[in-house]
């Protein structure tokens, strides 16, 4: 396969999870949104628990089915994950809503709000790339 392939696989598999969530349960997946509510059990919100739990199923089978499909090197070290992760963090709060959240639904949905964090969200990522490649 080439290297699109399985990009596009995972996009399709993300974009068919997100419609069937809407369609069948009437809800964005959102996954900060997922996981910050998490503990909202008193909503309805028992999906979460089972929608968190199919993503870690999910990787958990591709990594049995085929063990060389996470075998890649990331050159980076765990204090640059870690701050990179805050700042994700951070970013998803004051945007309220994730790339999946407003780059899958919200734009899906033609949500202007979600256009506009996703363009933010991208051209953050593209100057702390830039950055970060420059250091």
Do not use: E
């Amino acid at each position: 396969m080439t290297n699109f392939t399985w990009p596009l696989v995972g996009g399709i598999l993300i974009g068919v999870a997100a419609a069937f969530l809407l369609y069948f349960n009437g809800r964005v997946a959102g996954i900060s949104g997922i996981f910050f509510n998490f503990h909202k059990k008193n909503d309805g919100g028992f999906w979460r628990i089972f929608f968190v739990v199919g993503l870690l199923a999910g990787g958990l089978i591709v990594k049995l089915v085929n063990p060389d499909f996470f075998s890649y090197a990331l050159d980076l070290s765990y204090s640059k994950a870690i701050i990179a992760g805050l700042f994700v963090g951070a970013g998803t709060q004051l945007g309220s809503g994730c790339t999946s959240g407003h780059g899958v639904c919200g734009l899906s949905r033609f949500s202007k709000r979600s256009l506009v964090a996703t363009l933010t969200f991208m051209a953050v990522a593209i100057i702390v790339v830039s950055l970060v490649g420059l250091l």
